[in-house]
């Protein structure tokens, strides 16, 4: 297997590029993204020399993309902008990433006859809140926010180009994932790092609002598993099913650095993030049948991130 990787050196893609490259001693690896934050290529220190492993620099909503295919038989689409806040405050650079780039990327899959498998990475985010029960993947859409109607534009596209094209996809739907290298903009790495430097941890409106979380291994595990076992042409979910409140995550964090618990303040969003959702929740029964689940709980992978967290603190510089 011949596998383009798209967001290869941000945190899930490089994240997957190691996993695979590791477990996998048949497949090789065509990461794809932009040359522009020099930090990022630490991600992906422990495979630059690896004979399996090779980099196309572009951006693919922008630039030609052609010869990034070449010889490629699977794509798999980490690529995006991703932070809520952002999008909230310019969508623009979202639409041209997530839908106009997705879209470059179909055509590209649709016209290479040698690419068999087309993953799109997606999120739970496209359902909007549930305050009670769990998403199916027959859930309507429901996007609240620029970047969650972003990526269900996007899936839409996927769907399409299977059922237009005959292209063989799979779209996978997430949840908050973590895990070393994180951006430090997200909330886990912004928690490890403030509790660090003795810092109160920010936690948006009245610290209610609950969410599930998957150690990015176990994501990256899951994908591999679809592309041997999944349909073409359906999504699955792709969850821990562990949940927590945000202030219950704050606190979490805090006992695993040695903090107090009371090192939080909590922080009006209306401004930051307006109409906020209060939950989101993924059923994870189909793949479940398929024959995957999740290996790290919340105890033992919050644990084994903040601790590399700890041991290196120079990714928060």
Known sequence: MKILVTGCLGFIGSYFTK????NFEDVSIRGL???????????????????RFSMFYADFAKDDITDAFKDIDTVVHFGAKTFVD?????????????????????EEARNNRTVENYVQVSTDEVYGAILKGKYKEDARPNPTNPYAAT????????LSYHNSYGLNTIITRTENNYGEYQGVEKVFPVFVSKALKYEKLPVYGDGLHRRMWLYVEDHCSAIMHLLKHGKSGEVYHVAGEEELTNIDLAKKILKLVGRPEDQIRL????????????????????????????KWGIEEGFKKTVEWYMKNQWWFM
């Open 33 to 51: 993204g932009r040359n522009s934050y020099q930090k990022n290529h630490k991600r992906l220190e422990s495979v630059w020399d690896n004979p």
């Open 267 to 294: 922080v009006p969003d209306h401004n930051i993030r307006p109409g906020h959702d209060r939950r989101y929740a993924l059923d994870c029964d189909k793949i479940h049948e398929t024959g995957w689940k999740a």
């Open 19 to 22: 996993y695979v490259l590791k």
């Open 86 to 106: 952002y999008s909230i405050r310019n969508p623009k650079p979202f639409i041209d990433s997530n839908i106009v780039g997705t879209y470059k990327l179909l």
């Open 151 to 158: 990526k269900m534009a996007a899936d839409s596209l996927v």
